[in-house]
């Protein structure tokens, strides 16, 4: 059995905070800071106390977060973003490069409005066209990015778990 070293933390509405160690998680449980949401199958132990390990946490008090503003474009938030998937709807293929939709030869920015993941073939074929121009569709309309995602990019974009998924936005 694989030792769970990652719990993601909830504010008490239920929005993700951050991924915290599973350390850190039992001591908030055990000073009443938190509480399980849901749990794993993992155990911390001491001489004299077993914790249950959550796989998520939830704060008891509410955390005063500000609001993150949008994140500055990035490779690696777009990879996070995408799901590392070309964005293609006809396309099943890993996504590898930054696909602009209306190119920069055109006048194209780099932004999160702007850019999708592609895979190599979809970048060649479409080169300076519009997805339009192309007659394609994308599998989700780009958006930018915000909080959340930052958290899972930080953590490493393949440490989301696949009990997480309810709590993250559907886009991360």
């Not at 009443?32 to 849901?38: F, I, L, R, S, W």
């Not at 799901?83 to 006809?90: D, K, L, V």
């Not at 890993?94 to 055109?106: A, F, Y």
Request: glycine share 6%; with cysteine.
């Amino acid at each position: 059995m694989q030792i769970l070293k990652q719990v993601l933390l909830l504010n008490a509405s239920y929005e993700p905070l951050r991924v915290v160690s599973a350390e850190r998680a039992v001591i908030l449980i055990l000073t009443g800071k938190a509480e399980p949401v849901t749990d794993s199958d993992h155990v911390m132990r001491s001489p004299s106390t077993t914790v249950k390990v959550p796989l998520v946490a939830r704060l008891v008090r509410m955390a005063n977060v500000p609001r993150m503003a949008k994140v500055p474009f990035s490779r690696r938030m777009l990879t996070v973003r995408d799901n590392g998937e070309c964005q293609f709807s006809h396309c099943k293929n890993k996504g590898t490069t930054v696909e602009h939709m209306l190119p920069s030869s055109r006048g194209g920015k780099s932004t999160y409005e702007n850019c999708v993941l592609a895979c190599g073939p979809c970048n060649y074929k479409k080169a300076d066209r519009t997805v339009d121009e192309m007659g394609w569709t994308l599998k989700k309309k780009p958006a930018p990015v915000y909080g959340p995602m930052v958290l899972l990019a930080r953590a490493g974009a393949n440490a989301a778990l696949p009990e997480w998924a309810e709590w993250l936005p559907a886009t991360a």
